[in-house]
C-alpha cells in the first residue's frame, strides 16, 4: 500500500495488525519500516518503587528519555497509545534485566508480570527518520538497509536517585547544508528526540573511534561531511544497567512497539 | 528606555524618532542598535527599467534577498512599512553607484530622485542578531562592538537577466551545541536571511582566508568552534555593481532604513 491508498486509518490497522502478529507469536523480528507513518516507541518496566526516580530522571533528560506514555502501575494497558496494546503481550520482543545484567530474550512476559510494574515508553529516532527521508535527506543507515550507529558520549545526564549516567548518541552523516536542513526537520519532534545535541569532531564528546560504534551498525563518514549527533533511546537502556534494579524488562533492541500515533501527529511546528 | 516600559510603541516611536533626525540631516551615523526591536532594512533603488530583472532576482534569491516592501514606481513613500517613510531622505546615509561604479555617499537624495524609480527593501541580519542575543548565544561581533565579517563565496545565485554572481555570507562563529541553537533560532526569521546555508569548512563555499573578510570586520573563531555562514544583504549591492546600472542608489553600509515593523512580527514560528 502507499500513495492515496495510504492513509491514517490504513496506518493505523497495520500498526493493530503487527501488534496482534507480535502478540500472537508469528512476529519476533524487528520493527524497522512496519506501518510506515505509525509512532514507535522505546520501553522499559520498572517495579513501582523505581519508578518515580526514573520518571524524574526521564523529565530531567527529555532529548534522550522523551516520554510518551507512562501506566498505572500493575496495568499492562497504555491506553494514551491506542485502545487495546496490551505491554505483556504485544512487543515482537522483550529482554530482561536482573540486577542491571542482561539476563533472557523472549517473546512475551505473561509470565514475569508483577503487580507493581510500571511500563514508560519513549519516543524513538524511527519517526524522525521517516520525516528526514520525507524531507529527501533520507540517513544513511537508511539507505543501506542498516542500524543506526550509536556511541557511548561524555555527555554527563541529570542524574535522578539512583539512574545516573552519560548520553549514548546516535550518528547520522550530513554535507552542512543537509546538516542545517535535519537540525530544521528534527526540531520539529522534540517528543521523539528532537534536534542534534552536537556536530563535528566525535572527540568532543567522548567519542575516540568513529569507526567503531558502541551500538548498531557502522557506515562512512565521507569528506564533505559531518557526523551529526542526536541524542539516543539507547541511553536508558544503559543507565538501567548502571541503576541495576533487582528486575527490569525492556524492547529487545529494534523490536519497538507499534502505536496508534502518527508522527504527523507529534510534530510541533 | 528597558524593561517593562519598552513597548512596541514606544520601538515605534524611537524607530520615528531616528527617521526624523535622519530626515533633518542630525543623524548620519550607523543605526545598530538604535530603536531595538524594530525592523531594519537594506535598501537598493533603482531605474524601472531595471526594476523587473531585479525584483525577479530576488524572488529567486530570497536567502540573501529577502524582499521586505518595493514601491510604486517614482513613489519615494512606502506605506508597507510605515505610514511617514521618504526613502529620499529617511535614511542617515545613502551611497550611488553609477555604470556599477560607487559615485558617491550623500545624506539624501532628493536632487537625484526620479520620476521611475523603485525602491526595494530587503531584510537584514540585524533582525535575527537580536533574536540571537535574546537566545543568550550572542554573535561574537555584537560582543565585541564590531560590524559582521563578510565574505565573497562561490555560491552561485540564481540569475535574472543582468542580475547576476555569486552571494556574500555572513559569518559567526559558535561551538557546535550553540549553532544547533542559531540555527533553529533563525529558522523563525526567513524575511530576514533566515537560517544558515552552510558551516565548517570556508574553502568549501570559495573563502581562502577566514581572517580576511571582504567586508566588514574580522574577529576569531576559537578552537572547539566553528565558523557558520548566513546569506548576507550585501549581495544585491554586489550583484548591482556587476549588472552596471546607469544608476542605483542603495544605504551606505550599516546605515539601514528603519520601518515601523517589529522583529518579533516578522518570526514565523
Redesign the interface.
Known amino acids: 500500500m502507499s500513495g492515496n491508498d495510504y492513509t491514517p486509518d490504513t496506518a493505523r490497522q497495520l500498526s493493530r495488525e503487527v501488534r496482534r502478529q507480535a502478540r500472537e507469536g508469528e512476529l519476533t523480528d524487528i520493527t524497522l519500516n512496519l506501518a510506515p507513518g505509525i509512532v514507535q516507541g522505546n520501553v522499559a518496566i520498572l517495579p513501582k518503587d523505581w519508578a518515580a526516580d526514573f520518571l524524574k530522571f526521564c523529565w530531567a533528560n527529555p532529548r534522550p528519555c522523551p516520554l510518551l506514555a507512562v501506566s498505572e502501575p500493575g496495568d499492562p494497558m497504555l491506553p494514551r497509545l491506542g485502545d487495546d496494546i496490551d505491554i505483556r503481550t504485544d512487543l515482537p520482543m522483550y529482554r530482561v534485566f536482573r540486577d542491571g545484567v542482561m539476563d533472557t530474550d523472549m517473546q512475551d512476559i505473561r509470565n514475569l508480570w508483577q503487580d507493581d510494574f510500571v511500563t514508560f515508553v519513549l519516543g524513538c529516532s524511527f519517526s524522525f527518520d521517516e520525516a528526514l527521508r520525507d524531507a529527501n535527506i533520507p540517513p544513511r543507515h537508511l539507505q543501506l538497509g542498516l542500524s543506526t550507529a550509536m556511541y557511548r558520549t561524555n555527555i554527563e545526564a541529570i542524574s535522578a536517585g539512583p539512574f545516573k549516567g552519560t548520553y549514548v548518541v546516535s550518528m547520522r552523516p550530513y554535507k ?2 543537509d ?2 536542513r535535519a ?2 526537520v528534527t ?1 520539529r519532534f522534540p517528543n521523539v528526540h528532537g ?6 569532531d566525535p572527540a ?1 564528546i567522548g567519542i575516540r573511534d568513529i569507526t567503531k560504534p558502541d551500538f548498531g551498525d557502522v557506515y562512512p563518514v565521507y569528506a ?1 561531511e ?1 557526523p551529526v549527533f542526536w541524542a539516543c533511546g539507547v541511553t536508558p537502556q544503559v543507565i538501567i544497567e548502571h541503576a541495576k534494579p533487582p528486575i527490569c524488562i525492556t524492547h529487545k533492541p529494534s523490536h519497538m512497539l507499534l502505536t496508534d500515533l502518527l508522527n504527523a501527529e507529534l510534530a510541533v ?1
Open positions: 552542512p547544508a546538516a542545517i537540525i530544521q526540531s534536534a542534534p545535541l552536537y556536530f563535528g568532543e564533505g559531518v511546528l
